[in-house]
C-alpha cells in the first residue's frame, strides 16, 4: 500500500538553494550560455522533493552542481547551503570527504557509475572505509556491505557482493547503487532519474528500496524524474524546470492536480493514464535552446495564453492564490512563473493546447491510383516489383469490380479485418555462450507464444525485460521458418516462402526501432534514409521524389528536412523519420519496438498522437512491444501479457486491464505509477520479488511461481500442481478473446 509522504511539521532545512547559475562556453569574444538560470530550492529533513520537466530543462545538471560533479568548463554561480556551510567554491578535497558523507548521489545509469573491473561489495565497502571513523577493517566493510545490499532488497547478497557490476541485473545494480549512497546515512540524496531505464515491476522495487533507505537513514531525497507518476507516489513537493528556471513549485497535490503555469499544465497533460483511455495531448512545439531565450517568458512561443507583455519580461514566481508575491518564500507556497494564472485555472491540456486534426492525408504509396491486383485486372501486364510489393498480397476479393482497390483498404493490407499476422506456438531457445557449443545450457528465450493481429488493428506485447518480447518480433521481422510453431504473414506461412517471395513479403512488414538514432545512419541525409525502401522496392525515381516530402509532412516534419542529417534532430524528430522510413512502402504490419521509451512525456504523446492519426487514417495493423502499460492502455486495441517466453494472458484491454485473472498482470498494473497523488497513494500496491534473471528456466510447471503472491496462500496440494503441471490457456470470463494461463485464476 503506498501511503505517500507522511505529516511533518516545520523543520530547519538541511539544503538551501539560492540563485544556482551554471554557464558555458565563455571566451574571449563571446559570452558564457546560460544553461541554469537561477534555480532556488529547499529540502527539509526527511522530505521528498521532485524536480522535473523535460530533457534539456537543466535537472540533471542542476543535481550534479549541488554536488560539485558539475561538467569540466562549467561556471557555477550563486549559493548551495548543505546543513548551513556553503558547498560552492570549496576546494575539491573537502567536497569529496562531503560526498557519500553529507550528501549522496544516485545515478541514473549504475553501470557506467560503478567501477566495471571492481567487485560491487568491495565498491560499497570503499565508501564506507573511506569516510567511517575510526576506518573499518576491510573484512568488516564487507560485511557492512552485504548487509546493505540485503536491507535494499537485492537477492542473494552476498552472491550479489562477489559479483562484478555487468554480472547484476539493471534493477540490482540500481539497488546496489542505493546501498551506497545509504552506506553513511547522508543527510541528503539525489536521485537523478534512478527508474528511467527499468520495467515497472523493478521500478516499484526500486522506488521501495530507496523509500525504505530513506526512512532509515532520515535523509531528505531530491528525485530528478521526467515520470510524474513517480513524483506523484513519492514527493511531498514538486519544482517544475523550464529553460534552466522554477517555473511552478508547491506541494505536489496542488501542482500535479492544479497546475497554474501553462507549461506545467500541459506536461501533466501530455502523459499517458493507466486509468482511463483519454488521449494524452501533446505540447506544441520545443523549448528554446540555450542562449536563445529572449528577454520574455521562454515558454511564449509555445502558449496559447501569450500576450505581448509576456514577451516583453520574464514573470517572477506569483503566489497562485493572493496573486500577489506575498508569502512565496514558504517552502510550501504554491508559487507559478505566470502573467495568466487566473485564466489558467478554466483549462484543462487539452482545451487549451488542443490537438491535431483527426484525420490525416491518405497515404498514396506511389502518388498516383494504387495498382490493381495482377490477377483481377483482364489483360494487365506481367507484375513489376514495386506493384508486388504494394498490391500482391491484397485477397482475391479486396479489388472492386471495376479492377480498383476497394475503397478504405491499404495496398498490401487487404479487406477490413483480415488477419494480418498469425502466430501459433512460436518457441526460440539458444546456447549460453562462454561454454563449449555442446556443454552449453540451453535458455528457451520464447517458449510457447501465440497472437494474432487484424488490418487496424493494434496488439501490445507486455511484460518485463527477458519476457521474451522483443525476441518474438525478432522472430516474425525476419520472415524465416521459425525454430518451432508457425508464423503466417498475409496467410503466407514463412516456413515456405522462396526467397524472392521473401524479399517482396519484407515489404508490407516493417519496423520502427526502440532507438532511432541507432538505426539511422548518420552519413545520410534524411530524405534518402526515408526513400531507401523505396529504392529497395524499385520504386521510379520521380514516384521517389515526389513521394519523401508527402511522407516527411504526413508526420509532422517539414519537406526542407530532408536535407538535414540524424544528429540535427531532437530524439522526437528522429523518431517521426523512422516512422516515415517504415510507411514509405505502405506496410500491411508496423512492428512497434517500444518507440516511445525514451522520450519526454511531451515528446511521447506527440509521437502517440501521430500513430492513432496514422492508423486511424491508413488502416495498418501494429504489433506493439513496450513494458509502459500506461502507453499500452492509449494506443492497444488488444494486449497479450508475456512472462519466461510464454503468453500467460489476452485479451482486450479494457478486459485485461479492468478484470485482470493472472497474479502477473496483477502485479504489473498495480506497479504503474498515477500522476494523480490522490489516487496514487491509495492504491494497493503489489512489489514481486526480484526475478530469476537470464539463464535456463524449470522445464516443467509454472514458471511464475516463486514469485506468485497467490502460490503461497494455496494448499499443499494445489502449490504441487503449480509445481508439476505447466497451465494452458483458457477463457478467463464473459469477454470473448480473453484467456488467461494460470490453474487459479480468480483467487
Known amino acids: 500500500m503506498s501511503t505517500g509522504p507522511a505529516a511533518r511539521g516545520p523543520a530547519a532545512p538541511v539544503l538551501q538553494v539560492r540563485g544556482l547559475t551554471v554557464a ?9 550560455v546560460p544553461v541554469v538560470r537561477g534555480v532556488d530550492l529547499v529540502l527539509r ?15 540533471s545538471l542542476t543535481a550534479l552542481s549541488l554536488l560539485g560533479l558539475a561538467p569540466p568548463g562549467a561556471q557555477v554561480g550563486g549559493s548551495v547551503r548543505l546543513l548551513g556551510e556553503e558547498v560552492l567554491g570549496r576546494p575539491e578535497r573537502e567536497l569529496a570527504a562531503l560526498r557519500g558523507s553529507r550528501i549522496a548521489m544516485v545515478f541514473q545509469d549504475p553501470l557506467h557509475a560503478f567501477t566495471p573491473v571492481l567487485r560491487v561489495g568491495d565498491q560499497i565497502a570503499e565508501a564506507l572505509r573511506i569516510h567511517e571513523r575510526p576506518r573499518p577493517r576491510r573484512e568488516t566493510a564487507l560485511r557492512r556491505a552485504v548487509e546493505l545490499l540485503d536491507f535494499v532488497g537485492v537477492p542473494q547478497p552476498s552472491r550479489a557482493a562477489r559479483a562484478l557490476p555487468h554480472q547484476l541485473s539493471g534493477g540490482m545494480l540500481q539497488r546496489a547503487m542505493i546501498a551506497m549512497a545509504v552506506a553513511n546515512r547522508p543527510a541528503v540524496l539525489v536521485a537523478d532519474e534512478p527508474t528511467s531505464a527499468l520495467d515497472v515491476t523493478v521500478q516499484a522495487q526500486v522506488l521501495e528500496a530507496l523509500a525504505a533507505a530513506r526512512r532509515e537513514t532520515g535523509a531528505a531525497l531530491l528525485l530528478v524524474t521526467h515520470d510524474l507518476g513517480v513524483v506523484a507516489g513519492a514527493a511531498d513537493r514538486v519544482a517544475v524546470l523550464y529553460a534552466g528556471r522554477v517555473v511552478e513549485t508547491g506541494p505536489a497535490e496542488g501542482v500535479l492536480c492544479r497546475p497554474r503555469m501553462p507549461y506545467t499544465l500541459g506536461l501533466v497533460g501530455s502523459v499517458p493514464r493507466l486509468d482511463t483511455r483519454t488521449p494524452p495531448t501533446p505540447v506544441p512545439g520545443t523549448a528554446p535552446a540555450p542562449g536563445t531565450i529572449g528577454p520574455g517568458c521562454p515558454f511564449a512561443a509555445r502558449c496559447p495564453l501569450a500576450e505581448p507583455e509576456c514577451r516583453a519580461a520574464e514573470p517572477p514566481l506569483t503566489g497562485v492564490d493572493s496573486l500577489s508575491r506575498a508569502g512565496t518564500s514558504a517552502p510550501d507556497a504554491h508559487t507559478a512563473a505566470c502573467r495568466r494564472i487566473p485564466e489558467v485555472r478554466r483549462w484543462s491540456a487539452a482545451d487549451l493546447f488542443g490537438r491535431p486534426p ?13 495498382p490493381a491486383h495482377p490477377s483481377t485486372t ?36 487487404g479487406s477490413v479485418g483480415e488477419v494480418v499476422l498469425s502466430v501459433s506456438g512460436l518457441g526460440r531457445s539458444y546456447r549460453l555462450p562462454g561454454f563449449r557449443q555442446r556443454r552449453a545450457p540451453v535458455v528457451r528465450a520464447v517458449e510457447y507464444v501465440d497472437l494474432e493481429v487484424r488490418r487496424g488493428q493494434t496488439l501490445a506485447l507486455v511484460g518485463e525485460s527477458g519476457a521474451g518480447k522483443s525476441t518474438t518480433l525478432r522472430e516474425i521481422a525476419s520472415l524465416a521458418a521459425p525454430q ?7 496467410g503466407q506461412d514463412t516456413a515456405l516462402l522462396s526467397r524472392r517471395a521473401a524479399r517482396e513479403l519484407r515489404t508490407a512488414v516493417q519496423l520502427v526501432p526502440q532507438d532511432p538514432a541507432s538505426s539511422l545512419d548518420p552519413r545520410m541525409p534524411v530524405g534518402d534514409i526515408v526513400a531507401e525502401p523505396l529504392h529497395a522496392a524499385r520504386v521510379p525515381p520521380a514516384v521517389v521524389a515526389a513521394r519523401v516530402p508527402r511522407l516527411l509532412t504526413q508526420v509532422g516534419l517539414r519537406p526542407v528536412d530532408a536535407d538535414g542529417y540524424p544528429h540535427e534532430f531532437s530524439g522526437g524528430q528522429r523518431q517521426r523519420v523512422a516512422i516515415a522510413r517504415a510507411l514509405a512502402v505502405g506496410p500491411a504490419l508496423l512492428l512497434l519496438d517500444e518507440p516511445v521509451s525514451a522520450l519526454d512525456v511531451s515528446v511521447q504523446a506527440g509521437i502517440l498522437d501521430l500513430l492513432l492519426r496514422l492508423k486511424r487514417a491508413l488502416g495498418p495493423a501494429y504489433l506493439l512491444v513496450s513494458h509502459d502499460l500506461a502507453v499500452v492502455r492509449q494506443l492497444a486495441d488488444r494486449v497479450s501479457v508475456m512472462y519466461a517466453g510464454r503468453t500467460v494472458e489476452t485479451g482486450g484491454v479494457a478486459e485485461v486491464f479492468g478484470r485482470p485473472r493472472h497474479p502477473y498482470t496483477r502485479a504489473l498494473l498495480s506497479a504503474v505509477p498515477l500522476p494523480d497523488p490522490v489516487a496514487e497513494r ?9 526475478g530469476p534473471g537470464p539463464g535456463p528456466r524449470a522445464v516443467s510447471g509454472c514458471a511464475f511461481r516463486a514469485r506468485c503472491p497467490v502460490q503461497a496462500l494455496l494448499p499443499a496440494a494445489e502449490r504441487r500442481r503449480c509445481a508439476e503441471e505447466t497451465p494452458r490457456a483458457r477463457s478467463a470470463g ?7 494461463s494460470c490453474h487459479f485464476p480468480h483467487r
Open 45 to 59: 529533513r526527511g522530505e521528498v522533493l521532485g524536480l522535473v520537466g523535460e530533457s534539456g530543462a537543466g535537472k
Open 484 to 490: 518451432a510453431g508457425r508464423v503466417e504473414v498475409l
Open 378 to 413: 483482364p489483360g494487365a501486364a506481367p507484375a513489376g516489383p514495386w506493384q508486388r510489393a504494394t498490391g500482391a498480397f491484397a485477397h482475391a476479393g479486396s479489388p472492386n469490380t471495376a479492377g480498383g482497390t476497394a475503397e478504405g483498404t491499404v495496398p498490401g493490407a
Open 682 to 690: 491509495s492504491r494497493r500496491r503489489i512489489v514481486l520479488p526480484a
Open 358 to 370: 483527426a484525420d490525416t492525408p491518405e497515404l498514396d504509396v506511389t502518388g498516383t491510383e494504387p
Open 734 to 740: 464473459e469477454a470473448a478473446g480473453h484467456t488467461v
Open 24 to 32: 558555458f562556453g565563455a571566451g574571449r569574444r563571446r559570452p558564457a
